[in-house]
């Protein structure tokens, strides 16, 4: 099973940028061209919900509407990290971010669907101030 390592969170003032990282230890080269790595968030009052979604076969990416134009996810299969780009941070973002992996075919109907999702990080926590 995919081991997933999340790191980069941080407090940051409304406007401001911060990329989180995400190591993927065990994940094959098979996989790393074959897989579906993602960013979820969750807070106390909402349920985790998908933030942006990347193909590794396609390298289709697929966001939420409220971070559309705003994050960027990207992977470095080389180093076998996932990363997201966060950038115009506002205190909406305020939340602790999770990457996840399942092996196989990703689509965007999975923001909508953590539990499909079989390997998950422990969390990094994200905080924007306004």
């Known amino acids: 099973q995919v081991q997933l390592v999340e790191s980069g969170g941080g407090s940051v003032q409304a406007g401001g940028s911060l990329r989180l990282s995400c190591t993927a230890s065990?994940?094959?080269?098979?996989?790393?061209?074959?897989?579906?790595l993602g960013w979820f968030r969750q807070t106390a009052e909402k349920e985790r919900a998908g933030v942006a979604l990347l193909s590794t076969g396609t390298q289709s990416q697929y966001y939420s509407e409220s971070v559309k134009g705003r994050f960027t996810i990207s992977l470095d299969s080389a180093k076998r990290t996932l990363y997201l780009q966060m950038n115009t941070l506002n205190p909406e973002d305020t939340a602790m971010y999770y990457c996840a992996h399942i092996a196989g075919y990703c689509s965007r109907a999975w923001l909508d669907v953590p539990g499909v999702f079989r390997s998950w990080g422990q969390g990094t926590q994200v905080t924007v101030s306004s």
């Open positions: 065990k994940l094959t080269a098979a996989s790393a061209s074959s897989d579906c």
